[in-house]
């Protein structure tokens, strides 16, 4: 599966050298990735590199809306009617009217006054994160949080202080500890753990922020379109009302490409008009809007395709003796990276693309295969994946 590695220039400078030696180093660890080719088609079927057609159990697009008929189709008539690109920012000539709906949507979906829409989940996050906090203020945030709220965090230059994974009493011990001596102060969780599959305890660190005049912020990324009916963590925690700050991505179930905040409507317009990364980037291509659009409209009223994935992770977490999932994801530890990476080639040649997750991506020593579902898995596949782990030895 792996490229060969091209043959580079002979030349002797500086920055070759470092790429090289850096590349050389990662190879050594199995820590360099590559790309490949992947021709994605409905049912989850998909080829990797012009091979035979593999079901992928690895994807993020967990209604199968990417390639649904009716979500195509609005991309295509919002290029036609808006274009190809956006040309300019949103806040120059780059917005159009079916922005506005998308906001309204996602507002409406989330049960917040307004939402703003980004180019995409990172650019939300190094976008929000420094548009509420700065220096002087303080930001606690579980260990696990997703590698681009690391990056709204740095950028901020607030205060960090992390609890350990979705430990609320140690967080509250944080915030006893140190609260008062700063003057704004955001917890920052994901909704839902995306190498995990896990769910944020939202309900008692919304409670535990509003007892500290903190403001929580939940990652939805995985959440949206997977749980709560399709509305997200809040709604699955029971948290409803006490996440003020709910962000995610339009490129996950959605299917589409994309972030958002959704929150009131005054704090909506503060990002719309101080977050850098929602002013000084080109607006999203039409299509990207006009398919997040239709696709939340099938969320919105199909709840059975909504539930679908989440009751396929249940059936094969338990044919393998796994802990129950909250989610659709479900991830086998395996252990060293190159125990992953041999476990998910010999699901390749099986005829099942899992993706083996490494380091940095998830903690040393636990590189693991990570199984997500999608409503568009065929009853069928679902079983002989099953069976295929058995045989492989593939379980708890
Ligand atoms: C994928 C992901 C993002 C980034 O979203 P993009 O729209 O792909 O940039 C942010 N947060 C989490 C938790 C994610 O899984």
Redesign the pocket.
């Given at each position: 599966m792996q490229q060969s590695q091209k043959t580079s220039p002979n030349t002797a400078d500086s920055l070759t050298d470092f790429a090289l030696s850096k590349l050389a180093s990662l190879e050594e660890k199995n820590q360099r990735r590559y790309l490949v080719d992947t021709k994605r088609e409905q049912a989850m079927t998909m080829s990797v590199d012009g091979g035979p057609p593999l079901i992928s159990f690895t994807d993020?697009d967990y209604l199968g809306l990417s390639t649904h008929p009716d979500v195509v189709a609005a991309a295509k008539a919002a290029a036609d009617e808006y274009g190809a690109g956006a040309g300019a920012s949103r806040l120059v000539t780059g917005n159009h009217s079916l922005y506005r709906k998308l906001e309204e949507k996602i507002a409406t979906i989330k049960g917040t006054e307004d939402a703003a829409v980004f180019g995409?989940?990172?650019?939300?996050?190094v976008g929000i994160i420094p548009t509420l906090v700065g220096p002087g203020d303080l930001i606690i945030a579980d260990e696990l949080v997703?590698t681009?709220?690391h990056a709204g965090m740095t950028l901020s230059r607030a205060d960090v202080k992390f609890f350990k994974h979705n430990d609320v009493a140690h967080a509250a011990e944080l915030l006893s500890d140190h609260r008062k001596k700063f003057g704004k102060c955001l917890i920052l969780v994901?909704g839902v753990y995306?190498m995990d599959g896990d769910i944020a305890p939202l309900k008692a660190l919304g409670l535990l922020a509003k007892d500290h005049d903190a403001w929580l912020m939940s990652?939805d990324?995985?959440a949206l379109g997977t749980i709560g009916g399709g509305s997200g963590s809040a709604k699955e925690t029971g948290a409803e009302g006490l996440v003020p700050l709910q962000m995610g991505?339009?490129?996950?179930a959605v299917g589409s490409?994309?972030?958002y905040l959704a929150a009131a409507k005054p704090v909506v317009d503060l990002i719309k008009t101080r977050a850098r990364s929602f002013i000084y980037t080109t607006g999203l291509p039409p299509a990207a809007v006009g398919a997040a659009l239709k696709a939340l409209e099938l969320i919105e009223s199909d709840a059975e395709m909504v539930a679908r994935p989440l009751k396929l992770a249940q059936k094969f977490a338990y044919a393998l003796g796994l802990p129950a999932p909250e989610t659709p994801i479900v991830p086998l530890i395996i252990g060293t990276e190159t125990e992953a990476l041999a476990a998910s080639d010999t699901l390749a040649k099986a005829g099942f693309k899992v993706i083996a997750f490494r380091p940095p991506t998830v903690p040393e020593g636990t590189s693991r295969l990570r199984f997500s579902f999608s409503a568009t898995h065929r009853d069928a596949d679902v079983s002989r994946l099953i069976e295929t782990c058995k045989t492989l030895g593939l379980r708890a």
């Amino acid at each position: 599966m792996q490229q060969s590695q091209k043959t580079s220039p002979n030349t002797a400078d500086s920055l070759t050298d470092f790429a090289l030696s850096k590349l050389a180093s990662l190879e050594e660890k199995n820590q360099r990735r590559y790309l490949v080719d992947t021709k994605r088609e409905q049912a989850m079927t998909m080829s990797v590199d012009g091979g035979p057609p593999l079901i992928s159990f690895t994807d993020n697009d967990y209604l199968g809306l990417s390639t649904h008929p009716d979500v195509v189709a609005a991309a295509k008539a919002a290029a036609d009617e808006y274009g190809a690109g956006a040309g300019a920012s949103r806040l120059v000539t780059g917005n159009h009217s079916l922005y506005r709906k998308l906001e309204e949507k996602i507002a409406t979906i989330k049960g917040t006054e307004d939402a703003a829409v980004f180019g995409s989940g990172y650019l939300a996050n190094v976008g929000i994160i420094p548009t509420l906090v700065g220096p002087g203020d303080l930001i606690i945030a579980d260990e696990l949080v997703h590698t681009c709220i690391h990056a709204g965090m740095t950028l901020s230059r607030a205060d960090v202080k992390f609890f350990k994974h979705n430990d609320v009493a140690h967080a509250a011990e944080l915030l006893s500890d140190h609260r008062k001596k700063f003057g704004k102060c955001l917890i920052l969780v994901d909704g839902v753990y995306s190498m995990d599959g896990d769910i944020a305890p939202l309900k008692a660190l919304g409670l535990l922020a509003k007892d500290h005049d903190a403001w929580l912020m939940s990652d939805d990324a995985h959440a949206l379109g997977t749980i709560g009916g399709g509305s997200g963590s809040a709604k699955e925690t029971g948290a409803e009302g006490l996440v003020p700050l709910q962000m995610g991505t339009l490129s996950k179930a959605v299917g589409s490409y994309g972030g958002y905040l959704a929150a009131a409507k005054p704090v909506v317009d503060l990002i719309k008009t101080r977050a850098r990364s929602f002013i000084y980037t080109t607006g999203l291509p039409p299509a990207a809007v006009g398919a997040a659009l239709k696709a939340l409209e099938l969320i919105e009223s199909d709840a059975e395709m909504v539930a679908r994935p989440l009751k396929l992770a249940q059936k094969f977490a338990y044919a393998l003796g796994l802990p129950a999932p909250e989610t659709p994801i479900v991830p086998l530890i395996i252990g060293t990276e190159t125990e992953a990476l041999a476990a998910s080639d010999t699901l390749a040649k099986a005829g099942f693309k899992v993706i083996a997750f490494r380091p940095p991506t998830v903690p040393e020593g636990t590189s693991r295969l990570r199984f997500s579902f999608s409503a568009t898995h065929r009853d069928a596949d679902v079983s002989r994946l099953i069976e295929t782990c058995k045989t492989l030895g593939l379980r708890a």
